[in-house]
Structures are given as C-alpha cells and as structure tokens.
C-alpha cells in the first residue's frame, strides 16, 4: 500500500486497477500515510492558506429530476424560491464586506432565467465588484449559453461529472440525462477558457470501488482546475431517502489521492462532508482539501436549498459562518485569505 501511495505521489498517476487496490485494501495506518503525503503536497502549493468562496444559492427551481438531489422536480414538498438580481447583488455587498473576493452562483437548472438575465447579473457582480471573481453552477447549458457568460465576465463553471461510468450514470439520473453530454459540456467549457470544477458524490447508490476508479481516471484525464467530492447524503423526499450515506474516510481517502494526482488543483472541504462529521471539514483540509465555501444566501432561503437532509449552517448567517470556517481553520493550523484563489498551473 506505501509503495502504490509513494508511485502516485512520484508519478500523479496510477493503473486502474491500482486505484481499486488501494480502495479495497486502504487501512486507517496507511490512510494516514496518504493524508500526510496529500498534506505535504497542499502545502507546497497553497502553504497554510485556505481560499473562500462565497456560496449564492440563488433557485432551487430544476427542470431535472436526479434521483439523489433532494430540488429534484419531483419533489413536491420542496418551498421553491428564486433571487432577483438584486437579492444577488446583496448578497455580494455581505459577502465582499466579510472578505470573499469569488462568488459561486448556484442553483437547479431554471429555465426562467434567460441567457440575458444571467449575463446582466453576472455584468452587475463585475461593476461593482471588479476585483472578485465569479463562479457558475447552473448546470448543462449550450456552448453558445457558456460563451456568453464568458464573454460577460464569468470566470469558473462547476459541474460535477456525478461518475464517469455510463450505466451508474444512468442508475442515477432520469433518461433525459446522460454522461456523453455531461462530459460534452465539460469540454466545451474548458475550450471557452473557463476554469472549470468537476467532481463526484462518495458513496452514491451503485457506486462500486470500480467506478471509482473510473472517476479518477476520468480526473485525470480531464485535467480540471477544481475538484468538487462529498460524501452523498440522503434526502428523505427522494427515491434514495433509505440509502445509506456515504463515508467519511473513504471521502477523506479520495480528497487525498486527487490531490496527489493534481498538485495544483482547487479542492474544497465541502458543506456535506462538514454535515456528516462536526470535523468533516477540518479533515478534509488535513486530506489535502484547500477551500472552503461558506453559505453567503439569505438566511431566509437557506433550508429551502436542500440537495439532502440535515444540512449544516442553515440557520447561520453569513457573518457567523464566516467567523466559525476562520477559527475552524486557525485551529489546525491554516488561515483564511482575502483573495481570489485563482487556479496558477
Ligand atoms: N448528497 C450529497 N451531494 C449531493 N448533491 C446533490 N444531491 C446530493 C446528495 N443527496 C451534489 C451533486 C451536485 C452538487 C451541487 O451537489 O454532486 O453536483
Ligand atoms: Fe456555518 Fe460554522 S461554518 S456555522
């Protein structure tokens, strides 16, 4: 196990059937090992610094209906709201005065948003804010839609793969959706000039040690400059609401292998891996994690927006989770900086 943790490290990459033998055999001594090494490398590329991004979620309308996403349309429970450009530009005054300088618009794929009211939201964030960067997460899109967005001034785009094996893709998303055009859109944003994120959940239903290691080849492959993994959780208004969640350390486990596989890459301790452990996100960090995302949405809406249950901070406002992430960080060891974390190749 070592041996193969040291190639990786060495090389930044590994054989697939290394990655499932590492998945399978993995024990807490040598998980330790991995983490110290991914540590190592964060460190040489971020030193203690930890980046921030604002987090706007600002619809939990969606025209899809994932089978593990708790804003799916077939959830008839959900309370749905949307934001008007301004309720955003409010949410950025917050969030710049509290020291974030990227924000990440978030939300289902809502279609009552045109092209032109994104690229005005987006051009208004850049008036007045001109030093921050802005982030997309709306889902799939066509490439004339990116380019738009581009050309307005966004700067990153995330859009999780989910997994880059076709019939677990399909296992857990309607017919209407597939991998070939999920990945269709990654490679578009990519050619547009986007810094682009993608990622996975750990532990989704039909997830096999397999399919994993198709994620990180994937990964690999695809070369992002951001990589999005968090446990999945259930949600109860959904078809998966009697699975079980995903884990924590094999979550910390696959944070530290894509660090070693992408030195450089964007990595954050994500709001689920912080809801199924107290300390997910400090052990995130100490895996190899180098962002945190605090919630910047309204106080009022922030319960609405539930990918899955029992989610954390949804009562915070935007100031105290801020406050709580820096002591979090400080005490392990690493600070929160006033800056746009961009990716340096
Ligand atoms: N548990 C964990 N993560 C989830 N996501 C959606 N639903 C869940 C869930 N039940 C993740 C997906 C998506 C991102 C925005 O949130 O990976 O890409
Ligand atoms: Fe939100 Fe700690 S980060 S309360």
Redesign the pocket.
Known sequence: MKQLIDKLYEKQQLAKDEYIHILNNIDAASSEYLFEKAREVSRRSFGTSIYTRGLIEFTNYCRNNCY???IGSGNKKADRYRLSREDILDCCKTGYELGFRTFVLQGGEDNHYSDKDIVEIITSIKQDYPDCAITL?TGEKSSSSYQKYFEAGADRYLL?H?TANDEHYSRLHPESLSLADRKRCLYSLKEIGFQVGTGF?VGSPYQTTATLAEDLLFIKEFNPHMVGI??????SETRFASEAAGSLELTLVLIALIRLMLPKSLIPATT?LGTINPQGREKGILAGANVVMPNLSPVSVRKKYS??DNKICTGEEAAECRFCLAGRMEKIGYQLVVDRGDYKG
């Open positions: 593990y996403c708790g997460s999780r989910e959940m968090g446990p999945f959780i259930p949600h689920a990918l899955y």
